[in-house]
């Protein structure tokens, strides 16, 4: 397993040198992207992109939570937290190359 992350700087400039469009205009298009997948979620819309994945929000209900080290029973608030589920396709080519 690698310990490599791809960043988003890494990703603008793999877009740059895929299309030859400036450096500025490939971090532009990446942070476009990236800000409708958020607005989309923000608006509890699904995000299904073909061949990659589905991004969607999941309501959590409040819930007793304990502190591991006091072991003091706490509240966890309600929250909405963002799901990611790969495609098949994907799960295919990922596990393709793991080989």
Same mark, same amino acid.
């Given at each position: 397993?690698?310990?490599?992350?791809?960043?988003?700087?890494?990703?603008?400039?793999?877009?740059?040198?895929?299309?030859?469009?400036?450096?500025?205009?490939?971090? /532009?298009?990446?942070?476009?992207?990236?800000?409708?997948? +958020? !607005?989309?979620?923000?608006?509890?819309?699904? *995000? @299904?992109?073909?061949?990659?994945?589905?991004?969607?929000?999941?309501?959590?209900?409040?819930?007793?939570?304990?502190?591991?080290?006091?072991? /003091?029973?706490?509240?966890?608030?309600?929250?909405?937290? +963002? !799901?990611?589920?790969?495609?098949?396709?994907? *799960? @295919?080519?990922?596990?393709?190359?793991?080989?």
């Amino acid at each position: 397993m690698s310990d490599t992350t791809l960043t988003r700087a890494e990703l603008a400039d793999d877009v740059y040198r895929k299309l030859g469009i400036s450096h500025a205009e490939s971090a /532009e298009l990446v942070d476009t992207v990236i800000e409708e997948i +958020v !607005t989309a979620l923000q608006r509890d819309d699904q *995000v @299904k992109l073909s061949s990659f994945g589905t991004f969607s929000l999941r309501k959590k209900s409040q819930r007793m939570g304990r502190n591991p080290k006091t072991k /003091e029973e706490i509240p966890i608030t309600a929250r909405r937290v +963002v !799901t990611f589920h790969a495609s098949n396709l994907l *799960v @295919k080519r990922v596990n393709k190359n793991a080989s």
